[in-house]
Nanobody, 118 residues
């Protein structure tokens, strides 16, 4: 499975942005896909994940109430709609995929940079 993240950019506080993650290869093996982010000098943190077959989104603290994760199985693409962006949302956002419920995320996209300015 290969992942390609896109959609990052420079926005202002309060703006919205939608990230995309296109999956290719043996996508039929994907169990769950997720978004993570890492800001300079900080550890990577979980943003959200979604089960590839049935949805079941789950959000981490950074996303609560402002972000929405979705996927389009027909297009093998996952999305992260980010609304009301804050300065602290600035980070490199990575998408990832795991192939089983208990497994680790084994495929990672290259990351897309989101910069939020005031």
């Amino acid at each position: 499975v290969q992942l390609q993240a896109s959609g990052g950019g420079l926005v202002r506080t309060g703006d919205s942005l939608r990230l995309s993650c296109a999956a290719s290869g043996r996508t039929f093996r994907i169990y769950r896909m997720g978004w993570f982010r890492q800001a300079p000098g900080k550890e990577r943190e979980f943003v959200a994940h979604i089960t590839w077959s049935g949805g079941s989104p789950l959000y981490g603290d950074p996303a609560a109430g402002r972000f929405s994760i979705s996927r389009n199985k027909a297009q093998n693409t996952m999305y992260l709609q980010m609304n009301n962006l804050k300065l602290e949302d600035s980070a490199v956002y990575y998408c990832a995929a795991k192939l089983s419920p208990g497994g680790e995320y084994i495929a990672w996209g290259q990351g897309t940079l989101v910069t939020v300015s005031s």
